[in-house]
């Protein structure tokens, strides 16, 4: 049997002197512990060695990707030459079985192979010969990173690097050629202030001054290649009239050298700039056409590499440049900026105020599609880039004009939205046999319905009297004056507690009382009874006087019963509520208070 090892420094082809050893897998490790014991084992047939490094790493990612390369099939056809009937030990099945297809030699793969192979690496120097170990382990180093670098498709063309120094150089460039411009005109315009106005161009100013000189070689100057035939006339016109001073030949010197700084830096500027735009279209080809290569290396710039900008959501990428305003507005609960970086855009500035933060969340989610593309795709072209401009500026007509645009071509027939048709309904008619009515009550309401609740209470509590009390006839006068006098007495502190309780004159409340009370014929005897005994009170109370007068603890009690009828609580201040007491009524309290004077004088 024979086994392909594929090593750093070419393809190995090893025969297997004893078979039998593989049987044991778990113990070919021993068989390879030295390179003594390893040779006893295996012996190199051949060996193929590459010529440099960029033949091995080709070599070697072909194998990887399954896929036989020159020097493969060459190592291959060998060993079919001279030892066809032999078996092949392969560690990839893949590329056994493409071996067996293309060259028709029988491939072997399983895990005694795979084990053999890790034992036949660990003493590949000394089992191949002819390289030092020094040498191997720097050819094994040199392809491990030329297989890194293949792995990762790194390209030295792609380096953002590069556009972040530039573009932060071009940016530094503007702010010196500002500062030097007006320190220039700020320098000349004692000699010629009126030629600031005219001549609002740096790079045009810096370039009359060092043409002209002083003032007075204006009108004899040639201005035609620097400035156009209208300034040149206002120019000439204003050095004839001019309120500068005068300046001296050094002074008119060193204010030239400014001049050539300046012209210097802006030819410097401007070949930056060209170099920028070609670096752009070879890292982001898309971003740069879609929002122009300044933009674009100022976004990579911000993120600090391309990949990192990649990474970024398109609502991140929006607000690039804008981070302090957001934190602000989320800090103190405003409104959010719409842009940062992006108001420098092209369609940003185009659109209206009002769609301009639309237009802006368009254009950065675009931005991240051809990002993502630039960092992450080989062979990239500005084609994607073109398309999602299009569909931006597409959207930015429909929000200027509020017209709508029908799909045509292809993109009428990616459309697969069915269109939307309304569910027919029968109408909602009116169903009578749902009506319900509700029953009036006809009549007045009871009278317990019109009473307030103390009311209501006053009336049970003399109903329960009433039917406690024994009724009488009318002839009967029999009952003791001490019974009469308790009972009045208890009904009279019950309806003053009422009273103090509820605001109610006490006459409505015997009013209502006596119409209840006329509703029953009890009621009507009880009436007739009070009466009776209230005319007859005065002589029973004579008659007291004369038996009891021998005992003077009776007439004791008969003074402490009657003093608190004289001391009793007044009645509470009622609001004036008019009321039309009857005659009945009027005559009742008269003999009630008659009576109470007779018994305190006898007491």
Not at 380 to 399: F, I, P
Not at 486 to 515: D, F, L, P, T, W
Request: aromatic share 4%; with cysteine; net charge neutral.
């Amino acid at each position: 049997m024979l086994v392909l090892f594929e090593s750093p420094a070419g393809y190995a082809v090893f025969k297997v002197l004893k078979e039998s050893k593989l049987k044991e897998v778990d113990n070919i490790w021993q068989h390879f512990e030295t390179p003594e014991k390893a040779s006893k084992i295996v012996q190199l047939q051949f060996f193929e060695k590459f010529k440099d490094a960029t033949e091995a790493l080709t070599s070697t990612a072909s194998a990887l990707e399954c896929k036989l390369n020159k020097r493969l099939k060459k190592v291959v056809k060998q060993i079919t030459a001279t030892e066809a009937h032999e078996e092949l030990g392969v560690v990839d099945a893949k590329l056994g079985n493409l071996i067996k297809e293309k060259l028709g030699l029988n491939c072997v793969t399983s895990n005694a192979i795979t084990e053999l192979y890790r034992n036949i690496k660990s003493q590949a120097n000394q089992l191949i010969g002819g390289i030092s170990e020094r040498e191997y382990s720097a050819i094994q180093l040199g392809l491990a990173h030329g297989l890194s670098r293949y792995k990762l498709k790194f390209n030295p063309d792609k380096i953002d690097t590069m556009i972040i120094q530039a573009v932060n150089l071009l940016d530094d460039l503007d702010k010196e050629l500002n500062n030097y411009g007006m320190r220039m005109k700020e320098w000349y315009g004692w000699h010629f202030p009126e030629m600031s106005r005219i001549v609002g161009d740096i790079v045009l100013y810096a370039k009359t001054v060092k043409l002209m000189g002083t003032r007075e070689n204006a009108s004899s100057t040639d201005f035609s290649e620097i400035l156009a035939e209208d300034v040149e006339k206002d120019l000439k016109t204003a050095a004839d009239v001019s309120m500068g001073t005068e300046i001296s030949k050094e002074d008119i010197e060193n204010v030239t050298l400014l001049c050539d700084q300046i012209i210097d830096m802006y030819g410097y500027r401007a070949q930056l700039a060209e170099y920028l735009q070609n670096r752009m279209m070879t890292v982001a080809p898309n971003l740069t056409v879609l929002v122009g290569e300044l933009l674009g290396a100022r976004l990579i710039a911000h993120a600090g590499s391309l990949i990192n900008l990649a990474k970024h959501p398109a609502s991140t990428v929006q607000v690039f440049g804008a981070e302090k305003a957001l934190f602000r507005a989320i800090a103190k609960r405003q409104a959010t900026p719409k842009f940062g970086l992006m108001f420098h855009a092209s369609l940003v500035n185009q659109a209206s105020l009002k769609h301009k933060g639309k237009i802006s969340r368009m254009l950065a989610a675009k931005s991240a599609i051809a990002i993502r593309v630039d960092a992450l795709r080989d062979d990239v072209d500005g084609n994607l880039g073109v398309e999602l401009r299009a569909k931006v500026e597409k959207r930015l007509r429909q929000l200027e004009t509020g017209m709508t645009f029908k799909l045509s071509g292809r993109a009428k027939d990616m459309n697969t939205t069915p269109k939307y048709t309304p569910v027919e309904r029968a109408p909602k008619t009116y169903d009578a046999a749902n009506d319900f009515s509700l029953e009036s009550r006809a009549g007045k309401r009871k009278l317990d319905e019109v009473r307030t609740p103390a009311k209501r209470a006053a009336a049970n509590d003399e109903e329960d009297e009433v039917k406690a009390e024994p009724v009488e006839e009318e002839g009967a006068g029999e009952q003791t004056t001490g019974e009469l006098s308790a009972r009045k007495k208890k009904k009279k502190q019950k309806n003053v507690e009422r009273e103090e309780g509820v605001e109610v004159k006490e006459e409505e409340g015997s009013a209502a009382v006596e119409e209840v009370e006329a509703t029953t014929p009890k009621k009507k005897k009880k009436k007739s009874l009070l009466q009776e005994t209230e005319v007859e009170e005065p002589l029973i109370t004579e008659e007291s006087n004369v038996t009891l007068g021998a005992s003077g603890k009776k007439k004791k009690k008969r003074a402490s019963a009657a003093a608190p009828e004289d001391l009793c609580v007044p009645e509470p201040e009622m609001e004036a509520v008019p009321s039309e007491e009857s005659p009945k009524k009027k005559k009742r309290k008269s003999k009630s208070l008659a009576a109470q004077s007779a018994e305190v004088d006898d007491s």
